[in-house]
Nanobody, 127 residues
Framework: QVKLLESGGGLVQVGESLTLSCTASGFVFDVNAMGWFRRAPGQEREGVACIGWSGISTVYADFAKGRFTISRDNANNKVYLQLTNMKPEDTAMYYC????????????????????WGQGTQVTVSS
């Protein structure tokens, strides 16, 4: 059973940084692309960043380029999202995701279909 557990969210001030972590289990981690999505209040869920199985290939949403960094640790089944220079519009629930094209309702981002999700971790940026 696929399990994705996010942590690291919280309340920060404008311009501050935060690192989100996702611990994965229930599948072979190092052959799967992983991603981060977010959903702001009243908005649809959107892709933030994704990373290929080896960690070499990464794709970022335009709003994330230059501010966010995705990385992974295949030895420990973890994927990270470092958020820097944060803005109030970054306030959202952030979700870790695993590729899964065969899952109904899978969402496409950065060349992959993501079909498995964690519960999310809340990030709030205060001005």
């Amino acid at each position: 059973q696929v399990k994705l557990l996010e942590s690291g969210g919280g309340l920060v001030q404008v311009g501050e940084s935060l690192t989100l972590s996702c611990t994965a289990s229930g599948f072979v981690f190092d052959v799967n692309a992983m991603g981060w999505f977010r959903r702001a209040p009243g908005q649809e869920r959107e892709g933030v960043a994704c990373i290929g199985w080896s960690g070499i290939s990464t794709v970022y949403a335009d709003f994330a380029k230059g501010r966010f960094t995705i990385s992974r640790d295949n030895a420990n089944n973890k994927v990270y999202l470092q958020l820097t220079n944060m803005k109030p519009e970054d306030t959202a629930m952030y979700y870790c995701a695993k590729q899964g094209a065969d899952v109904p309702g899978a969402e496409y981002f950065g060349g992959h279909d993501f079909g498995y999700w964690g519960q999310g971790t809340q990030v709030t940026v205060s001005s």
